[in-house]
């Protein structure tokens, strides 16, 4: 399961895609394209408008949140032992799964796909509720003492660099977060399987790369005019007395 639903356009496109995967049955070497199940994400289909990745920016279109779907698909999947046939990860990493566990998709462009390479059928359930996406793979266990662990290694960090936007309309000293900046990564991800508590195999699985996304600054450039201060009375500490604080003239504060 994935938390992160909390956006109500991204939480209904969620719903949506979940629907169409819950129940659907894999017949033994049958693979599943997750773009065929689901299909084309459009406002005629009852896709709305979210933030997605487009182009190196974070913008709204429609369908944003159907990543998440996949990708928690992806992480039952990999938990199953099942054979993933392709799996792309995304630009810039997500807040829902561990970075090297995503599976990003765009209709008519990268799918995320699987085998069920059992012998036996295999059913998906998914389920939507509490701001939370479930995956349910129903199947026979052919491996009864078999356990999947997945373990990630970051390889390299790239940190983000910040662009700033100035404003003639804002109070200098006034800054606004554009867009927020995410890190680059490159991450292995490794699958490890058990056979009563003995380590069997340890397979790499991918390396996924993410670039960093610029952080974008709006600052204020408006000059802000101070009221001279009175001269002080007789009495106050001349010219040593502090002014009075005036939380106006600072829009900071």
Known sequence: ???GTNNANRGENIKLAASKINGKILAPGEIFSFNDVVGKRTAEAGYKTAN???AGRVIDDIGGG???????????????????????????????VPNGLDATVSYGSVDFQFRNSTNWPIKIQ?????????????GTNESPGKKVE??????????????????????????KVKQSGKNGYVVNTYKII?????????????????????EEIIRGTKKVEISPQQPPKSGTGGTDAEPPDNPQSNPDR
């Open 1 to 3: 399961s994935t938390s």
């Open 52 to 54: 997605v990745y487009s």
């Open 66 to 96: 159907i990543c998440q779907v996949s990708s928690t698909l992806y992480n039952a999947v990999l938990y199953s032992d099942l054979e993933v046939v392709q799996r792309r990860n995304h630009t810039f990493t997500v807040g829902y």
């Open 126 to 138: 998914a389920k939507v509720t509490d701001n939370h996406v479930y995956f349910t793979l129903i």
């Open 150 to 175: 997945i373990e990630t290694e970051v390889v390299k960090t790239t940190p983000f660099t910040t662009k700033y936007y100035d404003d003639p309309t804002l109070p200098e000293g006034t800054t």
């Open 194 to 214: 058990k056979l009563n508590g003995e380590v069997v195999s340890r397979t790499k699985l991918h390396t996924s790369t993410y670039i960093p996304l610029q």
